[in-house]
């Protein structure tokens, strides 16, 4: 990857109900975007869904859809400043150990907004 390294950490939540995923992404612009994202399962709709909040003030859900060995997550959200973000997230599987995340379409503002790359992502147990 042309900027570093995505780091994730995941934990289930209480009673396994819900996983809690702390991040720190890497971002077009040389910053690094931190934050924590919450995936469980939505017993109304019946998919997967995430909450994501960032360290900027951001926010966003979004809905799971599985293809094959990949999944794909469309989020839409609002900026620290209220303006509206959409993004669609591919999360493919590599093997049991190593993944690979890429985010494309996405917006601000209903603007076109800079594509993140594939990243790839390596488990490292403790």
Not at 59 to 74: H, I, V
Not at 81 to 92: F, Q, V
Request: aromatic fraction near 10%; charged fraction near 25%.
């Amino acid at each position: 990857s042309e900027h570093g390294p995505l780091l994730t950490q995941f934990q289930w939540a209480k009673n396994q109900t819900f996983i809690t995923c702390k991040f720190q992404m890497p971002m077009p612009n040389d910053q690094v975007l931190e934050g924590t994202q919450i995936i469980g399962w939505d017993p109304v709709d019946e998919h997967i869904r995430t909450w994501t909040f960032d360290g900027e003030g951001g926010f966003a859900e979004g809905r799971f859809t599985r293809d094959g060995d990949r999944w794909l997550l469309r989020e839409t959200g609002f900026t620290p400043e209220g303006g509206r973000t959409s993004a669609d997230n591919t999360i493919t599987r590599v093997s049991a150990d190593r993944y690979t995340w890429e985010s494309s379409n996405r917006t601000r503002d209903g603007d076109p907004q800079p594509g993140i790359g594939r990243l790839e992502i390596n488990r490292v147990k403790n």
